[in-house]
């Protein structure tokens, strides 16, 4: 029984992995505005695409005079015996096939250029919309179904573009035109060569829809690869240590090959269309070839009825391939315009509602209830201050909701009940990065981008004088300027070149250099060794010196100092006060406080130094 359980358990688990990376499902696509979406991106390029559509015009025409300038040689030249005739049209012929190669650089380099900068626009449109998300979107979505997003899906879209779609345009002029001259030519025989033409147009209409459905599974499968690539190399240590390569190469190839049938399916409708496209075009020839026996033209309309029934099918053929190609492209433009259509965090500022009880406060909580899921709360009518230049520490056991009320402070989140204020305003009054602009933050686990030490410590450009300054007041110089190039060293991807206390003092200069009013420190010294940490501690009191701090710390030797100390349990506040008034008070802190007094004066004995772990 308990066996049973426990597969069902697996199997709900699995299942819910699964549906974690599976795509929206899309509903019916409409092309039209889908490329409605897409024209702001395209619209400051429109310039080079009216010259591409112009160009394709002019080489259309040209192309349709070919077979009209061979019927007049042959009649008028080859059967009469003229060789000025033969001449003149050897040289027209000449003419028109270069000027279709240079007319055909001119459109396909327009188009493309046209093309390469509308989707390096929408790409950095998608980039930039993400960072304006809230963050409980990211909560919810894996990263390589977004990062898919940015690449793949917008790469789709400018096969538009690459593939000539916009020759679409021409085509359609040409079919135009070869249905006008052949019927002109030989009504007889038109009506032989259009017969098959609505077996082309069913063909089109069964395999239109499975192509779309196949596409949109192409490009869902390439999001879950590159989600679970992503995965896999972010915990290749842990996949290493607990030995589950075998299983994370099952689950690889799992979607490894659902990419791969997708692709099949897709391969095989494009190809049903193809051979169907080219079987027609033979009957057509042969049927003609047939009648011929019956209906007496001269030779020179032979030649020329050929060629265009020829020429009919190229675009018809050439219609159908860049058909697929669009199916793909607006596959694509479904995926990210789905994406932009998710509600930005930026919304528009929300008035006050009420003002703050202590107008004097840095910052203050009143009444707030707040759950990552509303229906199952973290914090339950949570209520403190603090005041400006105050040094406020947060304890509590795990779970509590310390480092969430840091990011309701940061506006990452926004509250269910309640209020909050920063600097005697409401968050919802600020926009985003204006309330931001009133916090440094150094978080537990610091992340740091490629690049230098400088670009890191300012987030950007740095001013080096301002970076060495900082470095300087945190007694951090001599440490990090050490290395070969000093602050201009290399970082590695993930920091993997600099030790953990050398990634906490570049955060704490990050912070130091923003110079904001308040600082939140979230458990700024848990990852790093007791001899680190008291190096580390000059850093902070420099860091905090004439500013507002909130301390989130679980090793209450850190916070000792703090002015005041507010203690969380199960998302309330139930003490508040000094280190010695909770002592005193002999509250949670104090069982909290006797529980790791304990354990510092055991550990030691039997434990490995913190110095020598790697």
């Known amino acids: 029984m308990t066996e049973v359980a426990t597969a069902q358990s ?13 795509e929206a499902s899309f509903g019916k696509a409409y092309d039209g505005r889908l490329l409605a979406k897409l024209w702001p991106f395209v619209r400051p390029y429109q310039r080079l695409l009216w010259v591409a559509v112009i160009v394709i015009l002019v080489s259309a025409f040209g192309s349709l005079a070919r077979p009209l300038v061979m019927k007049h040689a042959i009649d008028e030249g080859v059967l009469s015996g003229n060789e000025q005739v033969l001449m003149n049209a050897g040289f027209t012929l000449a003419f028109i096939a270069v000027m279709e190669q240079i007319l055909l650089f001119v459109q396909t380099y327009a188009v493309q250029i046209a093309g390469a900068k509308s989707m390096a626009d929408l790409r950095g449109a998608v980039f930039r919309f993400l960072h304006g998300l809230r963050q409980g979107f990211f909560d919810t979505q894996p990263v390589g179904r977004l990062v898919t997003r940015v690449t793949n899906d917008v790469d789709a879209i400018q096969e538009i573009f690459a593939s000539g779609a916009l020759n679409a345009v021409g085509d359609l002029v040409r079919l135009i035109g070869i249905v006008i001259l052949m019927v002109m030519l030989d009504p007889k025989l038109s009506m032989i060569a259009f017969a098959a033409t609505p077996l082309v147009g069913a063909m089109v209409v069964f395999v239109r829809r499975r192509l779309r459905e196949s596409f949109r599974e192409i490009r869902a499968k390439t ?29 690889f190839d799992r979607i490894n090959v659902s990419y791969r049938d997708a692709n099949v399916r897709a391969i095989k409708y494009e190809s049903m269309q193809d051979a169907a496209i080219e079987m027609v075009g033979a009957v057509c020839l042969a049927s003609i070839i047939a009648a011929l026996g019956y209906h007496s033209v001269s030779f020179g309309t032979i030649v020329a009825f050929n060629a265009y029934l020829l020429m009919f099918f190229e675009p018809i053929s050439a ?61 339950h009518g949570v209520s403190f201050s603090a005041k400006r230049g105050e040094k406020l520490a947060l304890v509590g056991p795990t779970g509590s909701g310390k480092t969430t009320i840091a990011s309701l402070l940061l506006r990452l989140y926004d509250i269910q009940q309640g209020s909050i204020f920063v600097q005697g305003r409401d968050v919802r009054g600020f926009s985003r990065e204006e309330l931001r602009a009133n916090f440094s933050v150094v978080p537990q686990d610091v ?50 070149n600099f030790s953990a206390g050398e990634r906490q003092l570049i955060a704490f200069a990050r912070a130091l250099y923003r110079d ?36 989130i710390a679980h090793r209450l030797s850190t916070i000792r100092a703090a002015d005041r100390i507010v203690v969380f349990q199960t998302g309330r506040v139930v003490e508040s006060g000094s280190h010695e008034e909770l002592l005193r008070h002999g509250g949670l802190y ?25």
């Open 319 to 379: 219609l159908a391939q860049r058909y697929v190609l669009l199916q793909s492209a607006m596959t694509g433009a479904e995926r990210v315009f789905s994406l932009l259509e998710v509600e930005a965090a930026d919304a528009p500022k929300l008035p006050n509602s009420t003002e703050p009880s202590d107008k004097s406060a840095a910052f203050s909580l009143e009444n707030v209830v707040f759950g990552y899921k509303p229906e199952r709360p973290v914090l």
């Open 10 to 22: 697996k199997g709900r688990a699995e299942e819910k992995l699964k549906a974690f990376h599976e």
């Open 447 to 496: 992340h740091l981008f490629p690049g230098t030490i400088a670009s890191n410590i300012a987030s950007g450009e740095p001013d080096l004088a301002r970076v060495e300054k900082v470095l300087r007041q945190l007694q951090a110089w001599d440490m990090l300027a050490s290395r070969p190039l000093g602050i201009q060293a290399r970082i590695e991807e993930r920091a993997t």
């Open 590 to 614: 104090a069982k909290l406080h006797s529980l790791q007094f304990a354990k510092d004066h055991i550990e030691p004995r039997g434990a490995t130094p913190a110095s020598t772990r790697t």
């Open 223 to 251: 999001a879950q690869m590159n989600a679970t690539m992503s995965e896999q190399v972010n915990g290749m240590a842990v996949v290493q240590a607990f030995t589950q390569k075998e299983a994370a190469a099952r689950e």
């Open 516 to 551: 904001a009013p308040i600082v939140i420190l979230d458990e700024a010294t848990a990852s790093v060794d007791s001899d680190t940490e008291s190096r580390l501690q000059k850093a902070v009191e420099e860091l905090l010196k004439d500013r507002t701090a909130l301390i």
